[in-house]
T-cell receptor
């Protein structure tokens, strides 16, 4: 059973376009984290959101946690080739264990 | 070192052999996690340690998988009688505490290939 459904799984866009990645669940999480992973490396944390309705911005990236703390989104404005990579959402519970989505492979073409 | 390190970086083994994967967490981090990742996919939780004890082993796929942690530091994941379906990247992460929202710092992973 996949507790976190991430979509889309693959995304190929041109430089300058906007995109949104979604992470949905029927379960409530105490936190939601977004990671980015490059080939041959481990995931690197981008942001953690913990409050329902919370919005965080990191340069051209905007992260939102749903009001019910069951879903989240990542929006990238004016994507650049350097944004290419695997984006992973992960839901946390008080045990510290993370439940990961399937990942979104993003390719930004120059 | 400043980050989480894992060894070996790559391991190729024959079906039926045993393998040991090592993780050196960030110094002082009490929580340590093992995950498995198939090509281009999300991470599958295997086990986590708080200090030297493992309160949650629920993700271990079978009794061929075991892990230990000694001195509240280094951890070893052992896979006995490897099968082809065990082929994946095994990732280790550590965090200062075992609480939700804590950043988990990941190592580069060990790519295991079972022939």
């Amino acid at each position: 059973t996949q507790l976190l459904e991430q979509s889309p799984q693959f995304l190929s866009i041109q430089e300058g376009e906007n995109l949104t990645v979604y992470c949905n669940s029927s379960s409530v999480f105490s936190s939601l984290q977004w990671y980015r992973q490059e080939p041959g490396e481990g995931p690197v944390l981008l942001v953690t959101v913990v409050t329902g309705g919370e919005v965080k911005k990191l340069k051209r990236l905007t992260f939102q946690f749903g009001d019910a703390r069951k879903d989240s989104s990542l929006h990238i404005t004016a994507a650049q080739p350097g944004d290419t990579g695997l984006y992973l959402c992960a839901g946390g519970r008080n045990t510290g264990k993370l439940i990961f989505g399937q990942g979104t492979t993003l390719q930004v073409k120059p | 070192g400043a980050g989480v390190s894992q060894s070996p970086s790559n391991k190729v083994t024959e079906k039926g052999k045993d393998v040991e994967l090592r993780c050196d967490p960030i110094s002082g981090h009490t929580a340590l996690y093992w995950y498995r990742q198939s090509l281009g996919q999300g991470l599958e939780f295997l086990i986590y340690f708080q200090g030297n004890s493992a309160p949650d082993k629920s993700g271990l796929p079978s009794d061929r998988f075991s892990a230990e942690r000694t001195g509240g530091s280094v951890s070893t994941l052992t896979i006995q009688r490897t099968q082809q379906e065990d082929s994946a990247v095994y990732l280790c992460a550590s965090s200062p505490r075992r609480t939700s929202g804590d950043t988990q710092y990941f190592g580069p992973g060990t790519r295991l290939t079972v022939l």
